[in-house]
T-cell receptor, first 113, second 114 residues
Framework: TQLLEQSPQFLSIQEGENLTVYCNSS?????LQWYRQEPGEGPVLLVT?????EVKKLKRLTFQFGDARKDSSLHITAAQPGDTGLYLC?????????????FGKGTKLSVKP | NAGVTQTPKFQVLKTGQSMTLQCAQD?????MSWYRQDPGMGLRLIHY???????DQGEVPNGYNVSRSTTEDFPLRLLSAAPSQTSVYFC?????????????FGEGSRLTVL
């Protein structure tokens, strides 16, 4: 069974701090996605990374796909209360469709003003 | 834009009752799916469909039925609810894509089985 492990599970920080969350697997993925889920809502896609070593930036968020395509990280610079939420990573197998998407259990981030 | 619409948002059932969670999307997506989300368990795939008339089982299909008679609708049926089915249910859709697989989620349906 393929697993995506996210760490840390919980993170509570002050506004303005930097943070990094990790998504690791022993399996190789064709692509990896990051979603953010706010309380009471469904997950919303933030980014998809498809190339080993790829780095994508979305304002204060920086996403990296590992060279071996087995891991990814999300770095947030100068976190704000609006960044609070559950961050989920999801990996797609080679040749698979969305039915083969594997989700991690998430990192719950709380940013205090 | 409506996107993915789930109804109801909240439901309380007694053990043994049946119900249907509705999901509709207006984006003409081929792929639709149902997930359940439980604390500490993440999102687990229940059933999915790659087009009208085609359904398949996910990771946790037991106790749930689905059908896909139209591109737009993908209802999830609980025939005899059990307390273990207390969860938040999410419907998701996507263009069928064998490369990146991005999903669009509904807002969720919170089900409590007493």
């Amino acid at each position: 069974t393929q697993l995506l492990e996210q760490s840390p599970q919980f993170l509570s920080i002050q506004e303005g701090e930097n943070l990094t969350v990790y998504c690791n697997s022993s399996s190789v993925f064709s692509s990896l996605q990051w979603y953010r889920q706010e309380p009471g809502e469904g997950p919303v896609l933030l980014v998809t990374v498809v190339t080993g070593g790829e780095v994508k930036k979305l304002k204060r968020l920086t996403f990296q796909f590992g060279d071996a395509r087995k891991d990814s990280s999300l770095h947030i610079t100068a976190a704000q209360p609006g960044d609070t939420g559950l961050y989920l990573c999801a990996g797609l197998n080679y040749g698979g469709s969305q039915g083969n998407l594997i989700f991690g259990k998430g990192t719950k981030l709380s940013v205090k003003p | 834009n409506a996107g993915v619409t789930q109804t109801p948002k909240f439901q309380v059932l007694k053990t043994g009752q049946s119900m249907t969670l509705q999901c509709a999307q207006d984006m003409n997506h081929e792929y639709m799916s149902w997930y359940r989300q439980d604390p500490g368990m993440g999102l687990r795939l229940i059933h999915y469909s790659v087009g009208a008339g085609i359904t398949d089982q996910g990771e946790v299909p037991n106790g749930y039925n689905v059908s896909r008679s139209t591109t737009e609708d993908f209802p999830l049926r609980l025939l005899s609810a059990a307390p273990s089915q207390t969860s938040v249910y999410f419907c998701a859709s996507s263009p069928l894509n064998y490369g990146t697989g991005e999903l669009f989620f509904g807002e969720g349906s919170r089900l409590t089985v007493l």
